[in-house]
């Protein structure tokens, strides 16, 4: 089974970008429809960004024109390049497959504020 190891995470300003990097274990990665979810104190996770085992990608609304998901197969590692961030885009990162169906790791922290 893939599991996933999250970092890239910190403290940036308003405005800033940040790069978060996934890598998976397993040899299966390539075929995994994989996401980015997000957890905010107090409230729930959701689904930032997706991208299929072709590279075809979905945002959220909130995200859509600032953030970026993308992969490399070769590397099992998958990215969410992340700029122009708000305030409200603290939270803890994860990566798991699109349907959420995988465990989950330990997640990456973003703190945007300044």
């Known amino acids: 089974q893939v599991q996933f190891v999250e970092s890239g995470g910190g403290l940036v300003q308003p405005g800033g970008s940040l790069r978060l990097s996934c890598v998976a274990s397993g040899s299966f990665f390539r075929f995994v429809d994989m996401a980015w979810y997000r957890q905010a104190p107090g409230k729930q996770r959701e689904l930032v960004a997706a991208?299929?085992?072709?590279?075809?990608?979905d945002y959220r609304g909130s995200v859509k024109g600032r953030f970026t998901i993308f992969r490399d197969n070769a590397k099992n590692t998958g990215y969410l390049q992340m700029n122009s961030l708000k305030p409200e885009d603290t939270a803890v990162y994860y990566c798991?497959?699109?349907?959420?169906?995988?465990?989950w790791g330990q997640g990456t922290q973003v703190t945007v504020s300044s």
């Open positions: 798991n497959s699109n349907t959420a169906n995988l465990d």
């Open positions: 991208i299929t085992s072709g590279s075809a990608t």
